[in-house]
């Protein structure tokens, strides 16, 4: 099989920005370009003719309650759809150094283990093919970084893409690849790709940047360049495609030494590197994989309070593309801590994990109002996390 190989080259000497309408040169040689400071691309850019307000935390949350900040916000009409299987990630381990991808139905009566990783690998951050028959995940095995993996429905045939680079480039100290995200026709794998030399302080790594690939694990290129001039500034991560595969929507978290120090933020790109914007403020602290309902109206995301990481107090949201219509699907303050957010095919359900001050993550089902929430696993200490809710259907 053809991989691209990325070298010292094309990786950081390059210093033009993507323009308007270039469109996705799939030639196997990576985009580089200037770097775009959090924040300092309004808005205003793609904001829609006659916009709502714009959201404020305080009105999102305002007396503990699940708040619509904008009334107009459009009510979704999905496609038509099958809902299948929620795929997610388990530790095998006491110690949480072992997990793997599982698949549950949405009744919560079956549930079956896909991968098979060794001891002391972690697979994580799977996401479905968009006609059901395959999975994408990220496996990181010891001190081996991570790598983009794909299986079939049934968790056979699990192969790896990459790495994009080669062992000895200079630029390919530290590289890892994780988080994937299946476009709406298959064709393409988005991925977040770290690499650098890391802070021995802060454990931050230089750059970190979104890119896509081909499935086959070839024609990979670079679309974001939120770090390229600013090492050890932040995060991208959990890349998410728009229905019409036209944008993603993306989590940016800042290092100590960002703008502004600490924070997390959605942004979204257009799926040719442009129009990069950011979609909701620092002060809702949005973060983890973010999704788009079927008929691309809403985005469902997940915010987390200032402080230790896995910390209760956040909540589950929604948001139009455009940045305004913030809208809380669960209750506030919390004493919970809310994790990755997926909706159902058909759009009428959201899958959202869920874990109790100081315990272990479960997987929840709720409406796409945020009412008649329902448990769908009981496996206590195994962290069931990261749903990905697809149209696969349970083997056999």
Known sequence: MTRTRLSRTTLATARTRPHAGAGLLLAGALLTGCGAQPGEIPLSEIRAESPSPTPTVEAAVANGTAAVVDAAAATPTAPPA???????????????????????TADGRTRQQLTQPADQTRDDHPTWSPDGTSLAFDRTGGDSPGRIWTTSSDGRNARQLGPLCEA????CVNETET?????????????????GRSDPGSEQIQYSDLFVIAPDGTSAQRLTFLTNDTPYSGAVTDPSWSPDGKQLVFSYRTSATGQPANGRSLYIVNADGTGLRRLTPWELRAGERADWSPDGSRIVFTTYPAGPDNAPGGGIYTVHPDGTAVEALTPGPSDVTYGAASYSPDGTAIAFDQAPSGGASELYTMRADGSTVTRLTDAPGHGESRPSWGTAQPQG
Do not use: C, M
């Open 82 to 104: 099958h809902n299948g299987l929620i795929a997610g990630r388990a530790f095998l381990d006491q110690d949480r150094l072992t997990s793997a991808i599982f698949a549950v």
């Open 168 to 171: 000895d480039a200079p630029d």
């Open 179 to 195: 988080a994937p995200a299946w476009s709406p026709d298959g064709k393409l794998i988005a991925f977040t790709r770290s690499w």
